[in-house]
């Protein structure tokens, strides 16, 4: 698969997550316990995944740090997340919002990666950003 089928797949993989998500919530009093078991049963399906695959678990010792920023951002953020869509009336709502990350990750990218930004990437930019701002209204 390149890379745009496997963002079909992750965007509907996480839209199902989100639904899934909000049903918890109405299930479970504590969003640390969602986000224990979201966890959990995560580690387990990427051990499962890592042995198919027969893939080496040991990162390189420069990556660590990396990991273990990205390990930090993913329990804050998925908290949040999680709270978010339990007080949302709908959790489009929060997703809607969340997809500005787009833009950030654009503008750091072209920091970053030395990413191109066309003009008409520019104007889905810009589209997303009313999105944003229609949704919290």
Do not use: D
């Not at 996480?14 to 640390?32: D, N, S, W």
């Amino acid at each position: 698969m390149n890379w745009v089928a496997y963002s079909f797949v992750a965007m509907l993989g996480f839209a199902a997550m989100q639904l899934i998500f909000k049903r918890l919530t109405q299930l479970e009093p504590k969003t640390e316990v969602i986000n224990f078991y979201f966890f959990l049963f995560s580690t387990v399906g990427f051990l499962v995944l890592l042995a198919v695959r027969k893939t080496r678990l040991l990162p390189r010792p420069e990556s660590v740090p990396l990991f273990v920023a990205i390990a930090l951002i993913a329990v804050v953020a998925n908290y949040c997340v999680v709270s978010a869509i339990r007080s949302a009336p709908n959790p489009g709502y929060v997703t809607g919002i969340r997809a500005f990350e787009t833009v950030i990750i654009v503008f750091a990218a072209m920091l970053i990666f030395q990413s191109e930004l066309t003009p008409i990437k520019l104007a889905g930019i810009a589209l997303s950003v009313c999105g944003l701002v229609l949704l919290s209204i």
